[in-house]
């Protein structure tokens, strides 16, 4: 089990978070111009490294805010946890 | 000594012992016509049929680890083609039917054992979902019927189908044809099969990059040096999106832990495949006398080949809903493998953007059963260029024009 540090609550089990999968994807600001391949990509493709991922997470069982981390989906380690709206660090 | 203990032979007794080296570990050679990523099931069936099939033999499947040592040595081994959609029923009952006659096929024991599914219902809407499915099931010709509390007791005995528990069965469907096979077994005879009709079967040989030249695809990078190719066919499964990746494509992929386990050996006491989604659990019993059981995938994206422990507590627990006789079985083993999930629970099986490149991926946590088939018709996109007509709903181009094979929920897919 994941042990997460919420950016307001500290560390906790995995149990109590939800997964909100790939952050930072903005809607388009424009859906309507898209072209259906454009729309496709919005829709149905997220990034799928194996390595580092910036992730949202909300702590449902605990301050029910949601967060974002960056985590190494080879190893679990997660490297950084910042607030919504907080550019994504720099992992050396 | 019981006088049962006496007539009783213990399990797995009857099983053929463990097989001599079935095939020669090959040496690459410096250029093949095709080279199949990935030595799991699917990539051992594509290189069966391509020799098999289509004459294809200079092939070789590369493979990073040993012969079968991902996801095909981490599935719970459940056969069935009760899918809802026209497209799926398409290809498992393809994948069914080549079950049916695998053994003779490839020339050796797999353990085949079609000792039905149920798929139970907890709820009027799980009733007429699952109705809609029988329905839809028969006009396919896929074998289904609809089953009350009562005949589910009859088919499986040891499921609770009292109606004052927090999910009582409400009845579930049956497809007498599904069962379960030995999932090595499957990969060796498929393995021994291929090898003997020519084609190389190259372990510890992990891909680290494709070449692509003018939008074709000319050959792959490995740690065990450089092979040119004229087709290279990816069967990568949770590794997909990495390799798929190499050439700079795309997939809508997510790769996650799913997990399974199995209990010490018991007595014959399930006869059939139990599966719900509700009380999300699948469980049968392996010939050797574990009961195997799994459930959804753990949500965080990740390639680690574990999972978290609150989720093999959350299928227990299931388990135990369905199955109060199982409170005192002891868990022997937990394991997890890396399953890709396309947004649709659908496979994607076909071309690509890059020319000679072909994808068969996104078969998420219900692989297996498709093996044969897909081996199939894998093998037809590879050696003509283009979708076997089962295969072809299943393209890349499904995301872009909408035309989506949505079985979330729709064929009890366990997720």
Known sequence: ????????????????????????????????ALSDEEWARYLFFRDNP??????????????????????????????????????????? | MSPRARTTRPP???????????????????????????????????????????GITD???????WLAGGNMARNT???????????SAGIYEHALKLWEGLEEDLGYPLLFSQRGVLNLAHSLQDVRDSVRRVNANRLNGVDAEWLTPEQVKEVCPIVDISPDVRYPVLGGTYQPRAGIAKHDYVAWGFAKAAADLGVDMIEHCEVTGLDVRDGRVTGVQTTRGPIAAGKVALAAAGHSSVVAGYAGVSLPLQSHPLQALVSELLEPVHPTVVMSNAVHVYVSQAHKGELVMGAGIDAANSYRQRGAFHVIERQMSAALELFPVFARAHVLRTWGGVVDVTPDASPIVGLTPVEDLYVNCGWGTGGFKATPGVGWCYAHTVATGEPHPLNAPFSLERFTTGKLVDEHGAAAVAH
């Open chain 2, 77 to 87: 081994t459940i056969i069935r083609s009760n899918y809802l959609w026209d497209e």
């Open chain 1, 1 to 32: 089990m994941l042990l997460i540090p919420c950016p307001w609550c500290g560390p906790r089990d995995e149990a109590e978070f939800h997964y909100g999968g790939q952050a930072h994807v903005a809607y388009p600001e424009d859906p309507a």
């Open chain 1, 50 to 92: 194996k390595g580092l991922f910036a992730e949202r997470w909300s702590h449902t069982a605990g301050c029910r805010r949601w967060f974002n981390a960056v985590r190494d989906t080879a190893t679990n380690e997660i490297h950084a946890v910042y607030r919504v709206g907080e550019p994504r660090p720099v992992i050396a």
């Open chain 2, 12 to 54: 797995g007794v009857d099983l053929p012992d463990h097989p001599d080296r079935l095939w020669s570990p090959a040496e690459p050679k410096r250029a093949y016509d095709v080279v199949i990523v990935g030595g799991g099931g699917h990539g051992l069936a594509t290189a069966y049929y391509l020799a098999k099939n289509h």
């Open chain 2, 59 to 65: 092939v070789a499947v590369l493979e990073r680890g």
